[in-house]
């Protein structure tokens, strides 16, 4: 703490330095708290931080596991045994995508439920508790069951993949293929989209600054606060998805009942 406000001094010193060779009332008027960098863990910000990067790990392991759930069926021809002890395979397909859905969801759900009092524990001995107030966790369960739910239809998402190419390799491979080019490919051709890429769709539905209070949030000026609170809402983030998993999903579903799975 205290070389973390021997630096704010300093930078406040540079900075009234500065001002001084400028305009009378150009400049803004900044106490040395402006530019002090709290160095403690501070749970009511960087406890969604370390969810979110928890979350996006979860969901790029959903999305494998996804994929040798149905994949791996296949390979290693359960299929025609699950196919015989059901002969609706519409059910059978959708019973199979749902227990994937769910067992990536519940794990998120249990991941959350460790995480959080291992994060207060720090908080409580190597940093502050400031800020988790009631509506900090509020904000802090909704984004727990949005991750949740993105990181199911993730898995889903993946095991349709593996049900539509029956073979694991050739699903990894397009799921890989995805995750490497298709980021490139959107922000070089069409950058309107880039929001709506996976990567982008995580950061908007585990993204806690839409619900966070505007006195909460780090934003300076009216414009930071503007841009940091308008940007895709967990809808619009729901509905991209949906985007990737409804024509997978159809695809795999339609080829699992019409086609000979012998």
Not at 24 to 48: C, I, N, T
Not at 215 to 224: F, Q
Request: glycine share 6%.
């Amino acid at each position: 703490m205290s070389a973390a406000w021997n630096a704010a001094e300093e930078a406040h010193r540079r900075y009234a330095e500065e001002a001084a060779r400028r305009p009378a009332g150009s400049v803004e008027q900044l106490s040395p708290r402006y530019f002090f960098d709290d160095p403690r863990y501070q749970m009511a910000k960087a406890s969604f931080v370390d969810l979110r990067a928890v979350c996006s790990g979860l969901a790029l392991g959903a999305l494998v596991f996804g994929i040798h759930s149905g994949g791996g069926d296949w390979s290693s021809r359960v299929v025609l045994t699950l196919a015989s002890a059901e002969p609706r395979r519409l059910r059978l397909f959708a019973v199979r995508g749902a227990l994937t859905a769910a067992v990536a969801a519940v794990v998120t759900l249990l991941t959350a439920l460790l995480l959080v009092p291992l994060l207060l524990a720090v908080a409580r001995h190597r940093g502050t508790l400031a800020g988790t107030d009631a509506h900090y966790w509020q904000v802090l369960a909704v984004i727990v069951v949005r991750a949740a739910a993105f990181v199911g239809a993730v898995a889903l998402l993946g095991h349709a993949l593996g049900m539509l190419t029956r073979s694991l390799v050739p699903a990894l491979g397009c799921a890989l293929a995805y995750l490497v080019a298709a980021e490139r490919l959107v922000q070089d051709y069409a950058p309107s989209l880039t929001e709506f890429h996976l990567s982008g769709i995580a950061f908007a539905v585990l993204n806690e600054q839409l619900l966070m209070s505007r006195d909460k949030t780090d934003c300076v000026g009216e414009i930071a606060c503007l841009t940091m609170r308008e940007g895709t809402t967990a809808t619009e983030a729901f509905l991209g998805l949906a985007c990737y998993v409804v024509p997978v999903v159809a695809l795999a579903a339609t080829r699992f009942v019409r086609r000979d799975i012998t």
